[in-house]
């Protein structure tokens, strides 16, 4: 058993550093994305994170004898086919919505790669630290140009409320601000694109690792969303009034340039504070379910 459970990892290694040599050019354009745009910085947290999910849940997992060599075949074959098809390009794809597809190939192929050499079950059993890698996958120039316009909007319009709060007169132009002795424009690189992309990562992992109902997964990584915009906006305020009511340098400073890493630490305990009262919710239900049951059946012998 042993012996086979060796063979099956020396496949999967084969089949691992076969994918490099096919996806040698979009991995390392992948890698050049990841290291100079802010919107791709989380991918350089994929990888790590997924090994490292399937290291914690190694001692739930049983090694099963036997493959699912033809379903892993046909994902091997597809990802293939299209590695060739993206080359050819018959869809007209730009350079960025080629690379995405590339780089959807070779997941498709890593996952072909592990039903084909360790079965379905194996599969099954790590399917969030398999999908996960899924987020390898460059978002193409229009959609991160989409999440970035969405993010400086949202922003600018949170931000003027917080102004609004504190009686700062305010007026907005789209994604500028106006306040007595400064106009604000929130720029793409003011969006906090790259530390909301960290903070939706984070809550993945969380959701999966300490909650159970699917519902309540949806709500932890859909709270990244407000929050995400919350955050930016608490910055540009902040900033704003530093600038305005403190030190003009305030303006121009690390805060401003660096300041999406700063508050995303309040964001992530803000996250965390949510998953404690889902869990805890989830524990509740859980411990009450049984009991129902129990007095429900004694109700029952009592008739």
Not at 187 to 211: D, G, N, P, Q
Request: aromatic share 10%; net charge positive.
């Amino acid at each position: 058993m042993q012996r086979q459970w060796n063979r099956k990892h020396a496949a999967f290694l084969a089949c691992l550093a076969l994918s490099v040599g096919i996806w040698w050019h979009p991995l390392t354009a992948t890698w050049q994305h990841a290291t100079r745009s802010e919107g791709h910085t989380y991918i350089l947290l994929i990888v790590p994170l997924s090994l490292t999910l399937i290291y914690l849940k190694r001692k739930e997992v049983t090694p099963v004898p036997g493959t699912n060599r033809w379903t892993g075949a046909v994902l091997l074959g597809l990802a293939l086919l299209l590695s060739i098809c993206i080359v050819w390009n018959p869809w007209r794809l730009t350079a960025s919505e080629g690379l995405s597809a590339s780089m959807f190939s070779l997941v498709v192929w890593w996952i072909g790669g592990v039903i084909a050499c360790f079965g379905m079950e194996i599969f099954r059993s790590h399917l969030f630290p398999v999908c996960f890698l899924f987020l390898i996958v460059p978002l193409p120039e229009r959609a991160l140009h989409w999440t970035t316009v969405f993010l400086q909007q949202q922003s600018a319009w949170a931000a003027s409320v917080l102004f609004q709060l504190i009686a700062v007169p305010v007026t907005r132009d789209g994604v500028v601000l106006s306040i007595p002795g400064l106009t604000i424009q929130v720029a793409e690189e003011c969006s906090s694109i790259r530390s909301s992309t960290v903070l939706v990562v984070v809550a993945l992992i969380l959701a999966y690792l300490f909650l159970k109902a699917p519902w309540r997964r949806i709500v932890l990584v859909a709270a990244t969303i407000p929050m995400s915009i919350l955050k930016n906006a608490i910055r540009i305020f902040i900033i704003a009034e530093l600038g305005t009511r403190v030190n003009p340098s305030f303006l121009h400073g690390s805060l401003h340039r660096q300041g999406g890493i700063v508050f995303l630490g309040p964001a992530i305990l803000v996250i965390a504070l949510l998953l404690w009262l889902l869990r805890r919710g989830e524990l509740q239900s859980a411990s009450a379910g049984p009991k129902g049951l129990s007095q429900l059946r004694s109700s029952d012998e009592a008739l």
